[in-house]
Nanobody, 124 residues
């Protein structure tokens, strides 16, 4: 199970940190990712960290502003979001997969496990 939290309503330029607690598996051996979905839009890849943590990937529009990380001891994945923009507003979902290959890492269908969304709203 994945349990995401940390969303909220903030002004443009502010920061939020999303957390995703993982149970029933270990983040050390899973590829974990964050996706977002705004109303009326398709689910969009945001960031992922491959098992082992050495390989990290971001959506181009969040590079330099968002940082994905994980704490193996806490079995938790984080998404630090800085310099938020109104276009970042969406429901953010964490996901995990045991056999995610590099070429599929940005595809939602590659992930086996999903948490509920946590809503991020950025006002201008």
């Amino acid at each position: 199970q994945l349990q995401a939290c940390g969303g909220g309503l903030v002004q443009a330029g502010a920061s939020l940190r999303l957390s995703c607690a993982v149970s029933g598996g270990t983040v050390r051996t899973l590829t974990t990712g964050w996706f977002r979905q705004a109303p009326g839009k398709e689910r969009e890849f945001v960031a992922a960290i491959r098992r082992g943590g050495a390989s990290i990937h971001y959506l181009d529009s969040v590079k330099g502003r968002f940082t994905v990380s994980k704490d193996n001891a806490e079995n938790t994945v984080y998404l630090q979001m800085d310099s938020l923009k109104p276009e970042d507003s969406a429901a953010y979902h964490c996901a995990a997969g045991a056999g995610v290959i590099l070429s599929s890492l940005r595809s939602a269908s590659a992930y086996n496990y999903w948490g509920q969304g946590t809503l991020v709203t950025v006002s201008s």
